[in-house]
């Protein structure tokens, strides 16, 4: 038997960074995001970040009081 | 508008988040705001507002930029009501293809050291006497850092950036966001953005974002 949880727990978690992503795109304007999204990934590195949690901490430090 | 958000960032989460017009309208002393468009119109829209509200609050105003676009900018300020060839005239606003107002070095020596102090200077004449303050707009820098000319844009804007607290300017710096790709811009972005006090995205939303209120950490 085949178990499809691991399959489907990451296509929720990659459906849930897009929609997040998809937000970010109508705030920021699609190229602005995605040109973010690269600068957070070149300067917050670090074992174990996950890509939710390293832009998290990008914005937070970018525009969050 | 209704916003879209969900998760941790939510709109209130986000620091001064307000319609972008009137930042441009009315920006602090001081304010270094880096405007990244998408659509061409939206450009000269922000320039047009920056430029005419300043002139009408009898700030000194300059213009860099291309031909096409001071054009653009000079009919939306006459479509105002101001009379843009006095305004000119007079020295109230100035509308130039390059940064040193005397025409003197293009391209590289534009971003220099030298070339920015003569810029300022001139730039700043008759301030306090006649003009409270200046406005500065400009999208010149941002072909250095478009073709990848990062140390050329971004030594510009940091000279910038350090004087905002020592001048009574705001500037209002136009990037083309159709030229930034990830591949070749994201790593340099960070800098860009480190060097401006708010942002105005191109986002559908239109809002205006302060950027690193709590300050910048290296």
């Known amino acids: 038997m085949i178990d499809v949880r691991e399959a489907l727990d990451e296509i929720q978690a990659r459906s849930a960074d897009e929609a997040y992503w998809r937000a970010l795109e109508r705030v920021l304007g699609t190229l602005t995001a995605r040109t973010l999204r690269g600068t957070f990934r070149a300067k917050i590195k670090g074992d174990g970040t996950s890509e939710r949690e390293r832009v998290a901490q990008g914005l937070t430090e970018l525009f969050a009081s | ?218």
Request: aromatic content about 8%; some cysteine.
């Open chain 2, 1 to 218: 508008m209704e916003p879209a958000w969900s998760g941790p960032h939510a709109p209130g989460h986000f620091s001064a988040l307000q319609g972008w017009q009137g930042l441009v309208r009315e920006p602090p002393v001081g304010a270094h705001i880096l405007h990244i468009y998408e659509d061409p119109d939206r450009e000269i829209e922000a320039a047009s507002l920056f430029v005419i509200e300043g002139a009408r609050r009898a700030e000194r105003v300059c213009c860099v930029g291309s031909t096409r676009e001071l054009a653009s900018i000079r009919r939306r300020v006459e479509e105002a009501g101001l009379d843009a060839d006095r305004l000119v005239r007079d020295g109230a606003l100035a509308l130039v293809r390059q940064l040193d107002l005397n025409g003197g070095p293009k391209d590289d020596d534009e971003t220099s050291r030298t070339a920015l102090d003569r810029f300022i200077h001139a730039m700043f004449r008759g301030v306090p006497e006649r003009y409270p303050s200046v406005r500065w707009w400009g999208n010149r820098v941002a072909r250095f850092f478009e073709n990848g000319r990062f140390d050329r844009a971004l030594a510009f804007e940091q000279l910038c950036h350090e004087r905002r607290e020592v001048l009574p300017w705001s500037l209002l710096c136009a990037y083309d966001g159709r030229k930034l790709s990830p591949e070749r811009h994201a790593a340099a972005f960070w800098d860009v953005l480190r060097n401006h006090s708010h942002l105005i995205p191109a986002g559908e939303l239109g809002v205006a974002l302060e950027l690193f209120p709590t300050g910048v950490h290296e």
